[in-house]
């Protein structure tokens, strides 16, 4: 497949850094440029060397670029879209790597006029690290990115960017907004509100038992607490943005949690049994689809 | 300090597995023996070649002893001591690797006469894996072993467990049994009966729906799953003999997770994105704690 032209990166977070990780490596675009919100950010961004150029404007960055990322967090997706429209060039690809689909289909879209082609995207891939310097090219390798084009959306710039994601190592999936967004509500949204809603349950512990807690989190809580230390802005936008999906698994989930408390007090073991051999079974679908 | 005499691991999962390897490496006994009820685990452990003897029955393991490490159930462990009670030698250290202690100590010390030295012992380390192969050396390898002698206990007796902790390369801490288990209910207990009841809710799911969340895991419900692999007899003894922690701290954990259940509803933005600054710092906490 051909090279891209210029390619611009708006929002520069673990994403987008690690995108230009590839696009540098991989020589795939003619030109990249980078632009970020924050001074500091793009002084970051600069000294990494990872990009041709940093823009100081938006507008410097989009105007003649053929291919536009969109790395920012969902919540500002929109203000991004409206500010650069004006500059935006014929023919141009845009795509998103957020969290959630369906929210962003419907407010983006019709927006956009019909010679800018939008192919939503989502690399499921990351670590609770955030900022430019995050960025590593190997971040994607043998993830899954999901791309949700909408009925207009153009076959040539779907293709296109299965290429980008496949360059950086991912299998690609196509699938409906609506459903990527409950599915994704499970296997991420959930399991993230949940470990952000324990280890603040800790926050608010006395000091001692804290402090105790704290040195001795071998445990689960360890693997918890590097899942709520994911970027607060990031999350806080899934959540806003994905409600309906999240408050349902949410529901459920409650209702099961609500029902092995029950069990604990009192002390029905052949439930609990039950339950975690079932669980066991989950792990091993897992295990297998991964060696596939 | 002296080597072990005769040393016996009665139940011979993934933890005294684990210290066997390391009794032999370090050769710290003169000669160590174990029993395990099935004989299928007796045949396995025989066929790993890490202890001098396996014994078909219980009494032949424990009979000559000078130390025992229980490794069994923590709803085992009763029914174990009264077994072996009849053939204990004079001055055996036994220990155990329960991860709850102050119903352990309740219900076992009324039963030991005065020249058996029991040291309740939980050494914090684990992999989702069970069963005698699933034993590697360095499992213990920096982690935290807590000890939680009660007031009668010889001070030799806990020396010569602390030693052999250290051994295994841990770093021993000294704690009541009360306040064990309350630690242990945030930092162990509570995040895996989360992770139980998510992968539980994932179960129950329509099929496909269910192959979706299986194939897209890469986010936080993969790290659920791992933690929700885990021995069920094991975690449901857990449940059961450390209601009072857990159901205290599930009490909290469930009215905070209902809060968040509201912020969302709510769109309450603001709210969010404070905790998720909060949990942020926890994790900060840890790291540090790791590096001193």
């Given at each position: 497949?051909?090279?891209?032209?210029?390619?611009?990166?708006?929002?520069?977070?673990?994403?987008?850094?690690?995108?230009?990780?590839?696009?540098?490596l991989?020589?795939?675009?003619?030109?990249?440029?980078?632009?970020?919100?924050?001074?500091?950010?793009?002084?970051?961004?600069?000294?990494?060397?990872?990009?041709?150029?940093?823009?100081?404007?938006?507008?410097?960055?989009?105007?003649?670029?053929?291919?536009?990322?969109?790395?920012?967090?969902?919540?500002?997706m929109?203000?991004?879209?409206?500010?650069?429209?004006?500059?935006?060039?014929?023919?141009?690809?845009?795509t998103?790597?957020?969290?959630?689909?369906?929210?962003?289909v419907?407010?983006?879209?019709?927006?956009?006029?019909?010679?800018?082609?939008?192919?939503?995207?989502?690399?499921?891939?990351?670590?609770?690290?955030?900022?430019?310097?995050?960025?590593?090219?190997?971040?994607?390798?043998?993830?899954?990115?999901?791309?949700t084009?909408?009925?207009?959306?153009?076959q040539?710039?779907r293709?296109?960017?299965?290429?980008?994601?496949?360059?950086?190592?991912?299998?690609?999936?196509?699938?409906?907004?609506?459903?990527?967004?409950?599915?994704?509500?499970?296997?991420?949204?959930?399991?993230?509100l949940?470990a952000?809603?324990?280890?603040?349950?800790?926050?608010?512990?006395?000091?001692?038992?804290?402090?105790?807690?704290?040195?001795?989190?071998?445990?689960?809580?360890?693997?918890?607490?590097?899942i709520?230390a994911?970027?607060?802005?990031?999350?806080?936008d899934?959540?806003?943005?994905?409600?309906?999906?999240?408050?349902?698994?949410?529901?459920?989930?409650?209702?099961?949690?609500?029902?092995?408390?029950?069990?604990?007090?009192?002390?029905?073991?052949?439930?609990?049994?039950?339950?975690?051999?079932?669980t066991?079974?989950?792990?091993?679908?897992?295990?297998?689809?991964?060696?596939?």
């Amino acid at each position: 497949m051909d090279k891209f032209g210029k390619v611009s990166f708006i929002g520069f977070g673990l994403i987008n850094s690690s995108l230009a990780h590839i696009f540098k490596l991989k020589k795939l675009a003619n030109k990249t440029s980078a632009f970020s919100r924050r001074i500091e950010t793009r002084d970051k961004i600069r000294s990494l060397n990872i990009v041709d150029i940093v823009n100081d404007d938006i507008e410097d960055s989009v105007k003649d670029s053929d291919l536009i990322v969109l790395g920012v967090p969902v919540g500002a997706m929109e203000s991004v879209i409206k500010k650069i429209l004006p500059y935006l060039k014929k023919g141009v690809i845009i795509t998103d790597v957020g969290s959630i689909k369906k929210k962003l289909v419907d407010t983006l879209v019709p927006l956009l006029p019909k010679d800018v082609y939008f192919i939503p995207g989502h690399p499921i891939a990351g670590t609770e690290k955030s900022g430019p310097e995050s960025g590593f090219p190997e971040l994607f390798n043998g993830r899954w990115c999901i791309l949700t084009p909408y009925s207009d959306t153009s076959q040539k710039a779907r293709d296109k960017i299965k290429f980008m994601w496949e360059q950086a190592g991912m299998k690609v999936a196509i699938m409906d907004a609506e459903y990527h967004d409950r599915v994704l509500a499970i296997t991420s949204h959930i399991p993230h509100l949940v470990a952000f809603s324990i280890v603040g349950t800790v926050t608010e512990l006395e000091d001692q038992l804290k402090t105790e807690v704290i040195k001795y989190s071998a445990g689960g809580f360890r693997d918890f607490t590097r899942i709520a230390a994911s970027d607060p802005v990031m999350w806080r936008d899934v959540f806003l943005n994905n409600s309906d999906a999240v408050l349902e698994m949410l529901g459920r989930f409650i209702e099961d949690l609500t029902a092995l408390q029950k069990s604990i007090r009192w002390q029905d073991g052949e439930s609990l049994e039950k339950l975690f051999i079932k669980t066991r079974e989950i792990r091993k679908g897992i295990i297998s689809e991964e060696q596939d």
